[in-house]
């Protein structure tokens, strides 16, 4: 079975960001990720290459993975991007200084092969920057797999024991209710999906900041994020 992204009209619809916020919300994440200076980052999971281009833009050694084919074409028109799998990522250990993951993680049956594929890839220290879709409780239903955004979305409290898990720390959040909305009327007006009333209201999308803090994770470090977790709560 298709997935929504792979409707023919979806790129029409959505730009080349494919996801909620666009290329806004891209610029906003790549601006609070704060790279050094010509950082080697990683768009895992890429699509058709938006952010990758918007990486070199601003002066990143940027390079994008996915596993599609067909958005990896265009892709390559916005910079350097290889076909490859978040689950076992064709990169040596530490590779890169930061990551972006957008709309990628709930599209994953299980996060820990990801997620620690993404630890393994970046330096200790370096930042990971998600957007994605999240369910606002626990106990949402997502009713049955089928790769689809909405059915893999996971409460804000399971994706931070995920990423703390994984040996990341979490140091900034902030959710865009409106951006699904929005996103998902474009969608049903377009026909591409029904309207999803109850799912609707059981959502919403958002935007994590994490560090690496490596094996152990120095003092430092974590009375750092603890620091910044207080403050922003």
Request: charged share 25%; aromatic share 8%.
């Amino acid at each position: 079975m298709s997935l929504p992204y792979e409707h023919p009209r979806w790129h029409r619809v959505m730009g080349e960001a494919l996801h909620p916020g666009g290329e806004a919300l891209s610029r906003r994440l790549i601006r609070l990720c704060n790279f050094p200076p010509k950082a080697k980052v990683l768009d895992a999971g890429c699509g058709a290459g938006a952010t990758v281009g918007l990486l070199i833009e601003e002066g990143f050694d940027a390079v994008g993975l996915d596993k599609s084919y067909d958005l990896l074409s265009k892709a390559k028109q916005k910079g350097p991007a290889i076909h490859g799998d978040l689950r076992s990522m064709p990169f040596e250990d530490g590779s890169f200084d930061g990551a972006i993951c957008e709309c990628v993680l709930s599209q994953q049956k299980e996060l820990s092969p990801a997620l620690s594929e993404l630890a393994r890839v970046l330096k200790n220290g370096g930042i990971l920057g998600v957007t994605d879709i999240f369910s606002l409780n626990r106990s949402y239903d997502s009713q049955g797999w089928d790769g689809s955004c909405a059915n893999g979305a996971r409460s804000a409290l399971e994706l931070h024991e995920a990423f703390t898990i994984h040996g990341f720390g979490v140091f900034f959040f902030e959710a865009y209710p409106r951006l699904l909305r929005k996103c998902t009327a474009q969608l049903v007006w377009a026909g591409i999906i029904e309207a999803p009333i109850k799912i609707c209201c059981s959502l919403s999308y958002g935007l994590w900041l994490c560090r690496k803090l490596g094996d152990e994770g120095s003092l430092k470090e974590r009375y750092e994020i603890e620091g910044a977790e207080k403050a922003a709560g």
